[in-house]
Nanobody
Framework: QVQIVESGGGLVQTGGSLRLSCAAS????????MSWYRQAPGKERELVAS????????NYADTLRGRFTISRDNDKNTVYLQMNSPKPEDTAVYYC??????????????WGQGTQVTVSS
């Protein structure tokens, strides 16, 4: 059974930092493209950052590049999102996603339950 569990969310002040974790079981994060998404109240879910498999190439939303960093620890089977200098507009529920194409050429997607991040000014 695949489980994706996010943690590390909470309340942070503008200019602070926060690190989100995404722990996977039942799959190897090194075999999936791993991504962080977020959804703010009344808005659509949007991509924050992704890291490809197996090369580990990272990609970021343009507005977040330079402030957020995605990384992966294959030994711990965990993906991280380091959030530096967050802003109130970064307030959202952050979700972790594991994605790959199956041997049957169908998409496989696993999602976590999300972790709330609130940034106060």
């Amino acid at each position: 059974q695949v489980q994706i569990v996010e943690s590390g969310g909470g309340l942070v002040q503008t200019g602070g930092s926060l690190r989100l974790s995404c722990a996977a079981s039942g799959i190897a994060v090194s075999s999936y493209s791993m991504s962080w998404y977020r959804q703010a109240p009344g808005k659509e879910r949007e991509l924050v950052a992704s890291i490809s498999n197996p090369a580990g190439i990272t990609n970021y939303a343009d507005t977040l590049r330079g402030r957020f960093t995605i990384s992966r620890d294959n030994d711990k089977n965990t993906v991280y999102l380091q959030m530096n200098s967050p802003k109130p507009e970064d307030t959202a529920v952050y979700y972790c996603n594991a994605h790959r194409i199956s041997t049957f050429r169908t998409p496989l997607d696993y999602w976590g339950q999300g972790t709330q991040v609130t940034v106060s000014s």
